[in-house]
């Protein structure tokens, strides 16, 4: 027998997390993407090295950020980094979620889908992310 919450209710927490209501709900009203050059350690962002290009800034109750979720998934608009000027290829390993657009608290993130993300020097790059709960099964 499957034990958990139900479809419905995980979709409207993920809607009450970032985007489809008119309340910034958990996050506040904006949170700021990083691009992580080593991976955190714990989910508390522990070892999280940044890009060192800055973050960029993402409204939280924006439904072009954040579509309605569906499926027990939440994944949103596209985001584009700020340009690479560091002079040389930087390669990402992850990506993080944090309160402000310098130090601040990590809320949290997850691995490149693909493993890793070369960002060319001179460079933006696009991205989506995907908030999701696992199914009860």
């Keep these: 027998m499957p034990s958990g919450l139900s479809d419905t209710v995980v979709d409207a927490v993920l809607d009450k997390i970032a985007g489809a209501t008119a309340d910034t ?21 522990t070892g999280a090295v940044s890009w060192g290009q800055g973050r960029v800034s993402v409204a939280v109750a924006d439904a072009t950020n954040w579509p309605a979720a569906a499926g027990r998934a939440k994944t949103s608009g ?6 690479n000027t560091s002079g040389a290829d930087i390669t990402v390993v992850a990506l993080g979620w944090y309160t402000a657009s310098t130090g601040g608290t990590y809320l949290g993130g997850g691995p490149v889908p693909a493993g890793t993300l070369t960002i060319p020097a001179g460079a933006a790059a696009t991205v989506t992310a995907t908030l999701a709960s696992p199914s009860p099964m």
Excluded: E
Aim: no cysteine; charged share 10%; glycine share 12%.
């Design 78 to 83: 596209t985001f584009t980094t700020p340009s």
């Design 25 to 45: 709900g958990i996050l506040g009203a904006t949170v700021y993407l990083d691009f992580l050059t080593t991976a955190p350690s714990d989910d508390n962002g």
